[in-house]
């Protein structure tokens, strides 16, 4: 059929969490004075983690999150998948255990038909199958832009439950997933994504993280939190802020996608790099061009950034390689110091 034809990205002005507004931007937005009023609420607007966490008061606590966006590939199956992947991923960020998703589609009806739809909805279903959870129901409205994603609720024990702002000082940082995402996605725009990047980037994003949950349970876990929208660097200053200590991080370490250097010569940089540095770039140390389109790159979909105690280092190496994945420390926390981030 001439839908299957179709390229999503050419419907939106944005791609993936690409198209995130920028962190400078959304502390305008989420300033407010009001305080909590719930007090069996752990972890709310105040402290920007990755999800609402409510205590059930049995021990257990409810996670509750959303997350959608416009198309960053343009086969309406993989966009549902990777739309999934990513809402579901800040479930496993806070260490629970995915319960329950609920659709988010906004449709240009006039440009894209329902059948077209349908087959995001179906690419969505086929990931929440993998993490054991359905889509129970949703909302959709018209919109000039193709939008999906979910709001996920899921569970964790309240001992278990990670959050972003809980590292010490001398925590070894790990991260599941190489990044370049946004480079890639910008390189497929400009039609110059070779078929082989292609298939690493899809499957990147369609890769669940759900190692979260069983980190939950290792006490040598100090902190976690996903990489996406405001790139490594973004995110890290938020776990640097919220515990109040810097990060030193070597970059060589870091995985990167490999062919992201090629792409990034060729032009390939997405916006949200440069929104992403002008929001928190006054925080880092001196950057030549290439780290800052490295590592401010907008994820979609992106890895766990672990934190790590010291002593729990070669545990948590250990149990990771037993797990068939093999994991590199690239930086550390330590006392606050003049910059949030030093980059070596």
């Not at 049995?58 to 959303?66: E, Q, R, V």
């Not at 599941?176 to 070779?194: D, E, Y």
């Not at 890290?236 to 250097?261: H, N, Q, R, T």
Request: charged letters at 25%; one cysteine or more; aromatic letters at 6%.
């Amino acid at each position: 059929m001439e839908e299957t034809k179709i390229k999503l990205t050419q419907y939106s002005h944005g791609a993936g969490c690409g198209c995130k507004i920028s962190p400078a931007v959304l502390d305008t937005i989420l300033h407010t004075e009001i305080k909590h009023f719930d007090s069996r609420l752990l972890v709310g607007n105040s402290e920007r983690d990755d999800a609402a966490v409510v205590d059930m008061e049995d021990g257990t606590a409810l996670i509750s999150t959303t997350d959608f966006f416009m198309p960053i590939v343009d086969d309406a199956f993989d966009f549902g998948r990777v739309a999934a992947t990513n809402a579901i991923s800040d479930i496993y960020a806070m260490g629970g255990k995915p319960l329950v998703a609920i659709a988010i589609l906004g449709w240009p009806i006039d440009k894209l038909s329902p059948e077209v739809a349908k087959e995001v909805l179906e690419g969505a279903r086929t990931i929440c199958n993998h993490a054991g959870i359905s889509i129970a129901g949703g909302h959709s409205i018209d919109s000039p832009e193709p939008i999906f994603g979910l709001a996920v609720n899921g569970t964790v024990k309240v001992d278990n439950l990670k959050r972003n702002s809980t590292a010490t000082v001398g925590s070894r940082l790990y991260l599941t997933k190489p990044i370049g995402i946004g480079v890639l996605s910008t390189a497929q725009k400009k039609g110059v994504l070779n078929p082989d990047d292609a298939e690493k980037m899809l499957k990147n994003m369609t890769t669940l993280n759900r190692l979260g949950e069983q980190f939950a349970q290792m006490k040598g876990v100090t902190a976690m939190t996903d990489v996406t929208g405001f790139g490594l660097l973004g995110h890290l200053a938020e776990m640097s802020e919220g515990c109040g200590l810097s990060a030193e991080i070597v970059f060589d370490k870091i995985p990167i996608i490999s062919s992201v250097k090629n792409y990034i010569e060729m032009g390939c940089i997405p916006g949200g790099t440069n929104r992403n540095w002008k929001s928190y770039g006054h925080k880092v140390s001196d950057l030549n061009d290439f780290q800052k389109n490295v590592l401010a790159d907008p994820q979609t979909s992106g890895g766990l950034m672990v934190a790590v105690d010291e002593n729990a280092v070669t545990e948590f190496e250990k149990w990771t390689e037993n797990e068939g994945i093999k994991l590199t420390s690239f930086g550390f926390f330590k006392e606050r110091s003049n910059k949030i981030i030093e980059v070596k």
